[in-house]
């Protein structure tokens, strides 16, 4: 039995429309090595790394399977961006704290190297929190990002020494300024996943 000539991986074609991004950054979500011997599990990486991303609406990776070209099999990707600007709202109500309000923004793409920012909102009765977040993608942003957070807290109570911070898996620097009623938080860490400083 004759299994026929085994394919390698050929080029990868890349498609935005309308164009957003640079293609060096869409580039780095691919973990693959040209010419390597293909595998349809490819096809299924492309796809949940670029999906995973939030800056694509919609994601579409087409091997070319009965085009090969010089023994390798091309691969047509063709993406849709995801709207910039995202919002969200909430109200609810708690024993606690009383009537509470959240708000959110994030900006999915402020420029083509596809930086991001967000802030949040929170208040209640006896307190009010704002943070915000810059990111930036690293060599390898499917699991590798820089992220810069800062954050204030106003309490209508006593404040406590006490902060919530997020876990980063990478070296971190942190602070913790107290005057008076206000808390700022700020915070930077090169991490392998964001996170916020500030959990909820």
Known sequence: YASGPRYGVGPVRIDEQPDRLNESLIRRFLDYTPGAPYNSSLVTRFYSALSASEYFESVEVRPLLS??????????IALTPRK????????????????????????????????RVSAELRASLIEQRLQGAYQIPRAHPADEWLSIQAGVVRSG???????????FHRRSLKGHVDNGRDRLFPGASRSEIPVSLLPS
Do not use: C, F, L, M
């Open 67 to 76: 085009q090969p070209e010089g023994g390798a099999i091309p691969i047509d």
């Open 84 to 115: 910039q600007h995202k919002y969200a709202a909430g109200i609810g109500a708690s024993t606690d704290e009383g009537i509470r309000g959240r708000i959110n923004y994030t900006n999915r793409r402020i420029n083509r190297h596809g930086h």
């Open 157 to 167: 109570i006593q404040p406590h020494a006490s902060q919530r911070v997020g876990h």
